[in-house]
Every structure is written in structure tokens, then in C-alpha cells.
């Protein structure tokens, strides 16, 4: 028996790494039809003969173990040790589906012995940046260290492991809005998923475009702030979109604009029942939005779920799902480090 505080940040992790396993079959699968995924996310949830289905992670959960990694045996970020743990990781498992240019970064960190761990990130695409969602999939483990730190602080470290990989402020800022959702979440004061019904989707969404506007307040135009409003619209109107319609509205694509707020709205959504598949269960229920979005299923599923597993804790996941997801022991007790850490025991 853990503290609620302890299982919500199990449920950020574990939330994370289950979107990753369970989403990346379908990950490039331009739709996938309701019969297909229908029966998929019934499968997942029965034990059938003696041996468990197991599902492998991807370049979403291999990056978010070394920034966990890193912040907890550095006791904060230290750029260089970051900076190895992804390129070490990338080269003893260079095939979990990594973003077809990141891998140029590792390269070039390798390359020049780590000496500017930022340099080879800045280089990216002629000198903009990658606009990827790779820094935002990865973030869950800063939401958790950065527990009891005040915005500024949050947002800056944020920023800074993603400039590791992320220089465009697409990237860098999508990252920002997926960390400050999920931190906002596991300050939801939700005791478990009885006390459901007293979660306010429209606040969440208030609170969170306040603080992008803060984040983006500076900048030439806002973009993330502008998904957001347009995603208030649609929650104020009570519209309940289907999948095409949240591809289309907001995006299912590998830019984190295209992807960071496609998971929030999931998340929200999801607390309702769905249409398209009946169940109780909320976590099921964002997995199953996520995956039919289509496009980048895993990234999708990984930080929407991450985003129930923050708000309600682990408990609320299906223990079978956890079950199959490679690694989830390792993460689980990652997160109860984190929580230590936090908690300065
Ligand atoms: N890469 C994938 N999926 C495709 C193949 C996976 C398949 N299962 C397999 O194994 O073959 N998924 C992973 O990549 C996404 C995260 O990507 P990340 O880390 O952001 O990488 P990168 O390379 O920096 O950016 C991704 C692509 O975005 C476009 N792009 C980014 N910035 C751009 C810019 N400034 N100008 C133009 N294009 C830009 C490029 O096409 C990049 O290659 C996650 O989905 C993860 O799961
Ligand atoms: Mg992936
Ligand atoms: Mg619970
Ligand atoms: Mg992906």
C-alpha cells in the first residue's frame, strides 16, 4: 500500500510506458477502423492460455528512463550526463523506432566526445531545430522531480533537457506544455477514481492556457495557446469528437504541435465514456482514443495516458496491461525513486 501522491507518480510513468507498448503497433496507420482496434483493446485486457502477449517499448519510453535516470543520479540536470544516457542508450538498442533525424544528434555528441552537449541539437535541420515531439514523449520523469518546484523553475528545466535534442521552440515548447499538464494533474487533488466526478475538465483547460500564455507571451505568434483556446471552444460546446475530427482539429502527427495537444485533449475527453468502445475504465478509455486517432499512436497514447496515470494514479490501470508492457517493474521503481527523491527520503 503506497500513497496516493506515490501512485499518482506511478501512474505518470507507468501511464507513459503503456501508451508507448500498447500504442506503437499502430504508430504510421493513417486510420484504424473501430472493428480492428475494438478488438485489440478487448484482447489486451483478457489472459488467454499460460504465456502473457508481452509488447516491446519504443524511442518514447528508452528516453524517458535516461532523463529519470539522469535527474536522479545527478540530483538535477547535468547536460552531459543526460546527453550520454540517451547516446548510450541509442547505440545498445538503436532499433526502437527513433525519430529519423535525432539519431544524427547522438552521432554528432559522440562524435565530439560530449565536449558542447547543446551544439549538435542547434545544428538540426539547416540551424532551426527539430520541432519533434521527441523531447515532450520523454518528459513525464521532469514533471515527477519537479514536484514542489515554483513555474519559472519547471519550465527552465524543462526547456533545458530538451534543448539536448529539441532547439525549435516547437519542440522545446510542446515539451513545456506536456510537463506543466501532467504537473498539473498530479496536483489535482483526486483522492482516487471514485472522487472522478469532482474533476473539472474546463479548469484544467483554464489553468493550462494560462500558463502557456505566460510561456509563450513573448514569442512572434502562440500556437500552443491558440490549440488550447480552440480545444476550450470544443469543451465548452460540449462537442464530443470522434477520431477523425480530433486528427483533423488537432493534429496526429511527429510535430509536437500536432501531437501535444491531440494527448491533452484525449486525456480530457476521455473521462467520459466513449461511443465507439464501452468500458469503465478511463485509462482503457484514453488508450483506445489515442490509438484511434492513428498516425503517431505511440507517442499519442504514451503522453495522454500519462496524463490519467497522473490524475488517478496507478491502481486505476489494469494490472494485465502493466503486465505486458517489457520493463515495467524497471519503471515502476523508477517512479518510487523519483518519489523519494522528491519526497527527500
Ligand atoms: N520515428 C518514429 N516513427 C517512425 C518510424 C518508426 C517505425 N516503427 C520504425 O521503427 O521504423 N517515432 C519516434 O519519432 C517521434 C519523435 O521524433 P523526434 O525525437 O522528435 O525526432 P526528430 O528526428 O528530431 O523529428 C521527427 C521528424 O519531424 C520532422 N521535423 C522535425 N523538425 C523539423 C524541422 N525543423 N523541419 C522539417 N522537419 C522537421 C522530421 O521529419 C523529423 O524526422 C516519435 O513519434 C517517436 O515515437
Ligand atoms: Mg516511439
Ligand atoms: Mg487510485
Ligand atoms: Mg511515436
Known amino acids: 500500500q503506497v500513497s496516493q501522491l506515490a501512485n499518482k507518480f506511478r501512474g505518470t510513468l507507468i501511464g507513459a510506458l503503456l501508451g508507448d507498448c500498447l500504442g506503437a503497433p499502430f504508430e504510421g496507420d493513417f486510420v484504424v477502423t473501430k472493428s480492428v482496434l475494438t478488438n485489440y483493446v478487448t484482447k489486451l485486457q483478457v489472459e488467454t492460455g499460460s504465456v502473457l502477449q508481452m509488447y516491446s517499448y519504443t524511442d ?21 550526463d543526460m546527453a550520454k544516457r540517451f547516446t548510450f542508450e541509442y547505440e545498445q538498442q538503436p532499433k526502437r523506432g ?115 500564455t505566460k510561456v509563450e507571451k513573448d514569442e512572434t505568434s502562440q500556437p500552443f495557446t491558440d490549440k488550447l483556446l480552440s480545444m476550450k471552444k470544443v469543451i465548452e ?21 500536432n501531437s501535444v495537444p491531440t494527448a491533452i485533449y484525449i486525456f480530457l475527453r476521455a473521462q467520459k465514456p466513449l461511443q465507439e468502445y464501452e468500458t469503465d475504465n478511463v485509462f482503457v478509455r484514453t488508450l483506445y ?12 497514447a504514451s503522453m495522454a495516458c500519462s496524463l490519467t496515470g497522473a490524475l488517478y494514479g496507478a491502481t486505476e490501470i489494469p494490472e494485465i496491461l502493466i503486465k505486458r508492457c517489457e520493463v515495467n517493474e524497471e519503471i515502476m521503481k523508477l517512479a518510487d525513486n523519483l518519489y523519494a527523491a522528491v519526497m527527500g527520503k
Open 60 to 80: 518514447d519510453t528508452a528516453m524517458t528512463k535516461s532523463v529519470a535516470e539522469s535527474l536522479l543520479e545527478c540530483k538535477g540536470f547535468d547536460a552531459k
Open 98 to 212: 527513433y525519430g529519423a533525424n535525432v539519431v544524427d544528434v547522438f552521432s554528432a555528441l559522440k562524435l565530439t566526445d560530449f565536449e558542447d552537449p547543446f551544439a549538435p541539437a542547434k545544428a538540426q535541420f539547416k540551424g532551426l531545430g527539430s520541432y519533434g515531439n521527441g523531447s515532450a514523449m520523454r518528459i513525464s520523469p521532469v514533471a515527477l522531480f519537479g514536484y514542489n518546484m515554483p513555474f519559472d523553475q519547471l519550465c527552465d528545466l524543462t526547456k533545458n533537457c530538451s534543448l539536448l535534442t529539441h532547439t525549435n521552440r516547437g519542440g522545446y515548447n510542446g515539451a513545456i506544455l506536456q510537463c506543466l499538464a501532467i504537473h498539473q494533474a498530479l496536483h489535482t487533488n483526486i483522492t482516487d477514481i471514485n472522487e472522478a466526478a469532482k474533476f473539472n475538465s474546463k479548469e484544467f483547460l483554464n489553468s493550462l492556457i494560462d500558463s502557456m
Open 237 to 257: 460546446e460540449e462537442k464530443e469528437l470522434g477520431a477523425l475530427d480530433i486528427a483533423y482539429l488537432f493534429g496526429h502527427g511527429v510535430a509536437a504541435i
Open 289 to 300: 482514443l489515442s490509438i484511434s486517432v492513428g498516425g503517431d499512436t505511440d507517442t499519442i
